[in-house]
């Protein structure tokens, strides 16, 4: 890709045949494209560490396994770990995919963080050579109740807030939202009023099929989530939920992202449910909240309004922090569609791709 201009704008896309890096300034009209990286292999997904500059990726091999892969030089050579990401031998569990990572705090150099299937949280702290797993979570007295949703039982999402470095928060598909103080040695689950419809026990304290949890820029307690089962927010980091669900069409979809600059701004790509997992109608439509979830606005202008029965993965949505944020979500069949404006406008950025399996947009 070779040098980033201080300021760009880099949209980060993994697919099931590779990663692709799409670049452009903050006008974001022109596009260039770099890639694939790994061709022909899952990448279940692939991010920028803030702190370095380089990239971190989940590349799944049916062959090989999967690993964390690291690049310094935005592509061009990449480095997979020392050692695997491995269950202990006694734990009589084998890792078969690693879903997500995410590097540490600014506060923590070197600390990146992945999530496996079956459930599982692995941390490394020399950026991801070596890794060990998170005991405190991945023996987890509730762990007997986690049961695969319908891709598997993983652990999807990571969050780290940056104004309480104590705290974590990871999402489980199917065991709900769990909490960590004290830097992941102990964990809660936090499921409080979010519904597992699908369950003998509608409203149990673990068994919630979330399905991507954010959390908002500038507080460590408030907090979105889609799930199976609606859409929520919290706002006192996961102790209790609020169904915000009203006013979209559906209760079911992937998918979410916040507004950087604004925490009750959030978007949801509202899907038809568990059956037909897809846009109702062959219609895309978007689905923005500007004011924490209480009303929703459907954005249609610039996509597909007819025969588009598209489906959009969790990890497969994302934004910019420009001073007019832009938002972009891939899809399974190829499509990569973003807006310039806060979702008003859409437009295609890239067609033909593998399926997308994850899409992360920074400023450089």
Known sequence: MGKLAKGSVVVLVG?????????SDQKRKKWSVEGPWFAGTHV??????????????????????????RSADWGK??????????????SGLSVTRIWHVQPGRASEPGVVYAGVEPAGLFRSGDGGATWEEVKGLNQHASREKW?????????????LPEENPKRMYIAISAAGVFRSDDGGATWQPRNNNTRADFAPDKMPEVGQCVHKLVAAKGSADLLYQQNHCGVYRSESGGDDW??????LPSRFGFPMWVNPRDSKMLWVLPHVGAEMRAF????????????????WQKQTRGLPAKNAYLTVLRDAMSGDACDSPGVYFGTETGELF??????NDWSLLADLLPPVMSVEAAVV
């Open 147 to 159: 049961t695969p949703g319908g891709g598997g039982l993983m652990l999807h999402t990571i969050v």
């Open 242 to 247: 609020t169904d915000i669900s009203e006013g």
């Open 77 to 90: 050579t990449w480095k997979g770990s020392d050692g695997g990401v491995r269950y202990p031998a006694e």
């Open 44 to 69: 279940h997904h692939v991010i920028r560490d803030a702190r370095t500059g380089g990239l971190i990726a989940a590349v799944n091999n049916g062959w090989f396994g999967g690993d964390v892969h």
């Open 15 to 23: 697919t099931r045949k590779g990663a692709f890096a799409f670049r």
């Open 280 to 295: 109702a109608k062959g219609v895309v439509v978007a689905y923005r909240s500007a004011n924490g979830g209480k009303t």
């Open 338 to 343: 973003f807006s310039r404006n806060e979702g």
